[in-house]
């Protein structure tokens, strides 16, 4: 695993805009603690900061929390060396005009970054680190950069915090389980974080039929909600669909990020959604399946092969992916794709080593930084 260069620390304003269901802020609260345990002074702001309740009722050492309102108060409030926009979202011309000011009273260079969305196509790395001058408003004169998590060591890598293996490997996983308050005795378990997948039937069918006893950890909210009403459905269709009661479900309660990073080391496969979920399961090395944010213009589908190439998907994942994700044809003769997760786990195994080859996110991200000032 490359090792890691200190660097001075410098102060950090994160901005976040909160659309999907907390995904956005949850990379972002990740990226802000582990910068600040690396020595940097961060100030995260978010336009809803409600979901830190929960997911991070502790906070953290050396992060600042702002709720994000149009427009910014600027009485007392001093912009860092380093502003940082997540995914596309736009900084208040007040902000930026003070930053600007900063700079020129300073001397300083411009520290400006546009930290994309994950993804495994080619335009990631052809991308990453680009200048993107301003053209207009307070900010003009000035250069963005923007830089692309990916899955390659061209592009700017996956979060990755320095301890966050050795934590893996002390953990317990029976001890968690009775934390939870899950009776396990020893069947497989399936964590499932999700929209509503179309695939959701043939799952449940497919895990109600296997000789293998499996329980369904169920995180709450729309995967909660699925569940539910998948089950209520196929009872009336067939209420003998797990008669063997092979299958059993357990719903969760909510988790902090640390307590999610447990649920994926904890179970045998792992179903997620979104990008921080996905990167949490890659470093879980376990077998996931990912349900991928759909788009209305069906662009979601090329992410998603551009993915499964990068990881070497065997053809049974593959399918699987397609099936769970609604991108094969619909119609009632078409049978659910096999789940095979035995079969998935070496290409797994295999992407988690990769990926431990290549520099962190936030490693690259304060050498870039570096480099700029």
């Known amino acids: 695993m490359p090792s890691e260069t200190p660097h001075p620390a410098l102060r950090w304003d994160i901005f976040c805009r909160v659309i999907d269901n907390f995904g956005d802020l949850g990379v972002c609260w990740r990226l802000a603690c582990d910068l600040a345990g690396r020595g940097q002074v961060v100030r995260l702001w978010a336009d809803d900061v409600s979901a830190l309740a929960w997911m991070a009722p502790q906070g953290a050492s050396g992060v600042e929390v702002k709720a994000w309102a149009a427009p910014i ?26 930053y600007a000011r900063n700079l020129r009273n300073r001397g300083q260079k411009c520290a400006w970054i546009n930290l994309e969305y994950l993804s495994a196509e080619n335009f990631s790395a052809r991308c990453h680190g680009l200048p993107s001058p301003v053209m207009s408003g307070p900010g003009r004169g000035l250069t963005k950069h923007f830089f692309y998590p990916g899955f390659t060591a061209e592009t700017g890598g996956l979060l990755r915090e320095p301890e966050l293996l050795a934590r893996q490997a002390r953990f317990d996983r029976k001890a968690w389980l009775d934390d939870v308050g899950l009776p396990w005795q020893g069947e497989r378990l399936v964590s499932l974080f999700c ?112 993915f499964l190439d990068w990881l070497q998907a065997p053809a049974s994942l593959r399918a699987f992916h397609r099936r769970w994700n609604g991108l094969d044809a619909p119609g009632p003769t078409l049978p659910d794709a096999p789940f095979e997760p035995e079969r998935w786990q070496d290409c797994m195994a295999q992407a988690r080593a990769k990926l431990r080859e290549q520099e962190d996110l936030s490693t690259q991200l304060l050498s870039f930084i570096a480099k700029i000032l």
């Open 195 to 306: 929209y509503e997948p179309a695939g959701l039937g043939g799952l449940l069918r497919s895990l109600a039929s296997s000789a293998q006893a499996s329980c369904l950890l169920v995180t709450p909210g729309r995967a909660t909600v699925a569940v539910r009403a998948e089950i209520a459905k196929m009872k009336t269709l067939d209420r003998l669909w797990n008669q063997r009661s092979v299958l059993s479900v357990f719903y969760l309660p909510q988790l902090s990020q640390n307590g999610f990073d447990h649920l994926l080391w904890a179970s045998d496969v792992n179903f997620v959604r979104g990008e921080d979920s996905l990167v949490r399961a890659l470093w879980a090395g376990k077998p996931l399946v990912w349900h991928i944010y759909p788009q209305h213009d069906g662009v979601h589908a090329l992410k998603l092969q551009a």
């Open 73 to 98: 108060d600027m009485t007392g409030i001093t912009p860092g060396e380093v502003i940082l926009e997540a995914f596309g979202c736009e900084i208040d011309e007040e902000f930026i005009a003070g």
